[in-house]
């Protein structure tokens, strides 16, 4: 079993930045890729970006590209989401989540293939 917790959400005016933070416990060897996807009340679940718990391999969702950056430390077992120029429609609840699928890209775009969730950090972009 892997446990996730992320944090790092808050209020923040356009234009400015906020980092979340995912941190793995359990079996975390077993974790093929992370990603962060976020879901506004009344919306889907999307993507947001990706990152590969083995190869410096990332993917943004064009929404978030140039804006956000994915990264991780993996001394720390913790992965990062360096939001930058938020905009208002970037408010969201904001998830981490973990798989151990081994795919090609695109597969971590969809949230089915996740395995494991975090309980999600608020992040709010006023004007």
């Known amino acids: 079993q892997v446990h996730l917790v992320d944090s790092g959400g808050g209020m923040v005016q356009a234009g400015g930045s906020l980092r979340l933070s995912c941190v793995a416990t359990?079996?975390?060897?077993?974790?093929?890729?992370v990603g962060w996807f976020r879901q506004a009340p009344g919306e889907e679940r999307d993507f947001v970006a990706m990152?590969?718990?083995?190869?410096?391999?990332?993917e943004y969702a064009d929404s978030v590209a140039g804006r956000f950056t994915i990264s991780k430390d993996n001394d720390k077992n913790t992965v990062y989401l360096q939001m930058d120029s938020l905009k208002l429609e970037d408010t969201a609840r904001y998830y981490c989540a973990a798989t151990k699928i081994a795919g090609v890209p695109s597969t971590y775009y969809d949230h089915a293939n996740y395995d494991y969730w975090g309980q999600g950090t608020q992040v709010t972009v006023s004007s």
């Open positions: 990152i590969s718990g083995s190869t410096d391999l990332t």
């Open positions: 359990g079996r975390t060897n077993n974790i093929f890729v």
